[in-house]
Nanobody
Framework: QVQLVESGGGVVQPGGSLRLSCAAS???????MRWHRQAPGKQRELVAT???????NYADSVKGRFTISRDNAENTVYLQMNSLKLEDTAVYYC?????????WGQGTQVTVSS
């Protein structure tokens, strides 16, 4: 079993930046990691994925603005968010799927507001 803890959310103006972190309680070296988000009244959506070897994929809505990365030595995954828009407002969740479990963090709130 693994625990995931997100941090780094906050309130930012449109065009601003935030860096989210997801710290895992154990090694994630061989795991693909994902960031999802859920806006009020909307379904949770996949934002970005990074494979165990660093291959990345992004939702069309965040391509060119968000960057997912990982530090296996620190068991941590990051989401750098630039050029934030009002529609990026959501709770952001870190996710890990491995044999035997589908793990989620508690989420971190990102609010983009002028």
């Amino acid at each position: 079993q693994v625990q995931l803890v997100e941090s780094g959310g906050g309130v930012v103006q449109p065009g601003g930046s935030l860096r989210l972190s997801c710290a895992a309680s154990g090694s994630i070296r061989t795991d693909a990691m994902r960031w999802h988000r859920q806006a009020p009244g909307k379904q949770r959506e996949l934002v970005a994925t990074i494979s165990s070897i660093g291959t990345t994929n992004y939702a069309d809505s965040v391509k060119g603005r968000f960057t997912i990365s990982r530090d296996n030595a620190e068991n941590t995954v990051y989401l750098q968010m630039n050029s934030l828009k009002l529609e990026d407002t959501a709770v952001y969740y870190c996710n890990l799927v491995r044999y035997g479990g589908n793990y989620w963090g508690q989420g971190t709130q990102v609010t983009v507001s002028s």
